[in-house]
């Protein structure tokens, strides 16, 4: 059992993911008897008052997946498409600029449209990629085929599961193995330049 608990991976009944909640909120459920089942190998120890009668501690155990009986207006997962922030967007790129192929910093890269605003593109997942300043400046209000600059991976929209895996830089070995189980099966093709997996 684990002392200090990271994000918890909340389901609903079914067993869809929904959000990453602190253990606070995990606790409540808890307590509520809200919680449908678990999964998961960790567990997290919270040590609560002691009894008056017997002088022994209260502890609740949480585990580090859990599914709630009822999801309510929390049901994130049956939005359509995830949020858009770079940070996502940096991390779904594995911080690659799909022009050029170098990595780089979160600070030294841009959310570059495929199809420029200007000329009807959307802010959109499936429009945009990581560019480094200098590849974005260089493309400019142009689409890569304008510039001269073709894509090395084509962008794509991440399913939910994929969305809550972007947004937390610490999952658990065992939130991780579950929500691979969600993916979206993709053939991830070699790098061109560098010879790492490319995100398609």
Known sequence: MMKIAPLILRLDITGKPVRWIPWEDAACLYTRGMIAWTA???EFVVSGGYAHTTGR?????????????RSGRHAHSTRTFP???NPDLFHRDAN?????????????????HV?????????AW??????????NTRKGGRR????????????????WAEFLVLSNRRILADQMEFLKTQFKRRHLPLHPLSGRPARP
Do not use: W
Request: glycine share 8%; net charge negative; hydrophobic share 35%.
């Open 83 to 85: 949020p858009l922030s």
């Open 96 to 112: 690659l600029c799909m022009y050029c192929g170098e990595q780089f910093a979160d600070g030294q890269l841009t959310r570059d």
């Open 144 to 159: 890569p085929e304008q510039a001269r600059m073709p894509l090395l991976a084509v962008p794509y929209v991440p399913n």
């Open 57 to 69: 501690r209260s502890q609740l155990v949480i585990h580090s997946i859990i599914a709630v009986k």
């Open 40 to 42: 998961g190998e960790h």
């Open 126 to 135: 499936s429009n945009v990629v990581c560019a480094c300043r200098g590849c």
């Open 115 to 123: 199809i420029p605003l200007s000329q009807g593109g959307d802010d």
